[in-house]
């Protein structure tokens, strides 16, 4: 009778490959608009770009109260990013997706538009 020799590393890969396969199916697809949802910030707009060293990311970033904080504009299609100036005032809540801009002749709640695959 032949003998089967069984490759265990072969074995344990393919389990191990297996089991991140169905994590992955499982797992929910966080979408753009999950991203920007949550964020909040109020400030001035200190410095724009788009990042060529970092995927081309829409760059913005905001002196608050307590520091600077940088927020990425991809996946927005709404054109916020080009409406942003250096110097505006630009806030945003919780949980919604209106931001407010405000400039010298400018105060105005742009909604933030989101390119979506689902």
Same mark, same amino acid.
């Given at each position: 009778?032949?003998? +089967?020799? @069984?490759?265990? $590393? !072969?074995?344990?890969m393919?389990? +191990?490959?297996?089991?991140?396969?169905?994590?992955?199916?499982?797992?929910?697809?966080k979408?753009?608009?999950?991203y920007?949802l949550?964020?909040?910030?109020?400030?001035?707009?200190? &410095?724009?770009?788009?990042?060529?060293?970092q995927?081309?990311?829409?760059?913005?970033? +905001?002196?608050e %109260?307590y $520091?600077?904080?940088? @927020?990425?504009? &991809? $996946?927005?299609?709404? !054109?916020?990013?080009?409406l942003?100036k250096? $110097?505006d005032?630009?806030?945003?809540?919780?949980g919604? &997706?209106e @931001?407010?801009?405000?400039? %010298?002749?400018?105060?105005?709640?742009?909604?933030?538009?989101?390119?979506?695959?689902?």
């Open positions: 009778m032949k003998s +089967i020799k @069984v490759n265990k $590393g !072969g074995l344990l393919t389990c +191990i490959a297996s089991l991140s396969l169905i994590a992955c199916i499982n797992e929910k697809r979408t753009t608009k999950d920007f949550p964020q909040y910030y109020s400030g001035v707009v200190t &410095n724009k770009f788009i990042d060529s060293s995927h081309l990311y829409k760059k913005v970033f +905001i002196k %109260k $520091g600077t904080k940088v @927020v990425l504009f &991809n $996946g927005e299609v709404g !054109g916020m990013f080009d942003i250096i $110097g005032s630009i806030s945003k809540k919780e919604t &997706n @931001v407010r801009v405000r400039r %010298k002749k400018l105060d105005t709640v742009i909604s933030l538009r989101f390119y979506e695959t689902e």
